[in-house]
Nanobody, 125 residues
Framework: QVQLVESGGGLVQAGGSLRLSCAAS????????MGWFRQAPGLEREFVGN????????YYGDSVKGRFTISRDNAKKTVYLQMNNLKPEDTAVYYC??????????????????WGQGTQVTVSS
């Protein structure tokens, strides 16, 4: 079992930056590919990006490519989402998620088994 807790959300002006953290419990964090998703009111959950269990590979959704960066520190059992050049359309609740499939870097929510509670990011124009 893995428990995930996101932090770092808040209110920021357009063009600004935020770094989200996702702290995990459990001894096997380093085995899990991790993903970030977001959900705005009235919209479906959207894939933001993911990172392989080793951190060797990352993939991003088209809307954030070039602005967001995912990293992880397996010793600290934490994954990060660095968000730069934020736009009002980035406003959403951001969730981190862990997959029990060590070789799968999924882009769909159903491919992840454990989820955090989410953290709100609001970007003002």
């Amino acid at each position: 079992q893995v428990q995930l807790v996101e932090s770092g959300g808040g209110l920021v002006q357009a063009g600004g930056s935020l770094r989200l953290s996702c702290a995990a419990s459990g001894r096997t964090f380093s085995n899990y590919p991790m993903g970030w998703f977001r959900q705005a009111p009235g919209l479906e959950r959207e894939f933001v990006g993911n990172i392989a269990s080793s951190g060797s590979s990352t993939y991003y959704g088209d809307s954030v490519k070039g602005r967001f960066t995912i990293s992880r520190d397996n010793a600290k059992k934490t994954v990060y989402l660095q968000m730069n050049n934020l736009k009002p359309e980035d406003t959403a609740v951001y969730y981190c998620a862990a997959s029990r499939s060590p070789l799968l870097l999924g882009r769909e929510a159903y491919q992840y088994n454990y989820w955090g509670q989410g953290t709100q990011v609001t970007v003002s124009s």
